[in-house]
T-cell receptor
Framework: EDKVVQSPLSLVVHEGDTVTLNCSYE??????LLWYKQEKKAPTFLFML????IEKKSGRLSSILDKKELFSILNITATQTGDSAVYLC???????????????FGKGTLLTVNP | SQTIHQWPATLVQPVGSPLSLECTVE??????LYWYRQAAGRGLQLLFY??????ISSEVPQNLSASRPQDRQFILSSKKLLLSDSGFYLC???????????FGPGTRLTVT
């Protein structure tokens, strides 16, 4: 059975701290790994990773994938209260027949950044 | 640019009543479309996906059904709602083989 496991499930930090969120996976027909941020409503896209060892960066957020060990991390440096959200990891898989793709999500990490 | 709409935003329905949630995508053609449910604020479960008009695949057996009557329209339905159908329903789209998948604003359904 395909699974995506995120840790920790919740995390409380103070503004300015650096956090590392983890995502491990066991899936068939891996295509890519995606990170989303969800604040109350719909998830918003952060990163897409397909290759090991290549870090993606956007401001204070960065992410890297290890396809050998089957995990990814999302780092947030100098956290701000606006970073408070649920961070979702999802693995994109090729469905049978190759005509469609499916995202399998982890349960998410609830990050709370206190002032 | 592409936009995805969902309505209604919130819905409170009694047990046993029917359901119809609608999703439309603008600014693209022939997208892949998806319905997800999110319970207890965590983890999205894929319910249905569609690669074209009239083509629906179900991921989990349940009380719900989906239809795609037009290229950019995806509908989630139920004939009789159960308490366990409560949750946050999200529609998503991606363009064919693209890596990124984008979500609509969601419908929060409470079955009482």
């Amino acid at each position: 059975e395909d699974k995506v496991v995120q840790s920790p499930l919740s995390l409380v930090v103070h503004e300015g701290d650096t956090v590392t969120l983890n995502c491990s996976y066991e899936v068939t027909n891996f295509r890519s790994l995606l990170w989303y941020k969800q604040e109350k409503k719909a998830p918003t896209f952060l990163f897409m990773l397909t290759s090991s060892g290549i870090e993606k960066k956007s401001g204070r957020l960065s992410s890297i994938l290890d396809k050998k060990e089957l995990f990814s991390i999302l780092n947030i440096t100098a956290t701000q209260t606006g970073d408070s959200a649920v961070y979702l990891c999802a693995v994109d898989q090729v469905k049978s027949g190759g005509s469609n793709y499916k995202l399998t999500f982890g349960k998410g990490t609830l990050l709370t950044v206190n002032p | 640019s592409q936009t995805i709409h969902q309505w209604p935003a919130t819905l409170v329905q009694p047990v046993g009543s029917p359901l119809s949630l609608e999703c439309t995508v603008e600014g693209t053609s022939n997208p892949n479309l998806y319905w997800y449910r999110q319970a207890a604020g965590r983890g999205l479960q894929l319910l249905f996906y569609s690669v074209g008009i009239g083509q629906i695949s179900s991921e989990v057996p349940q009380n719900l059904s989906a239809s795609r009557p037009q290229d950019r329209q995806f509908i989630l339905s139920s004939k009789k709602l159960l308490l366990s159908d409560s949750g946050f329903y999200l529609c998503a789209w991606r363009w064919r083989t693209a890596y990124e998948q984008y979500f609509g604003p969601g419908t929060r359904l409470t079955v009482t």
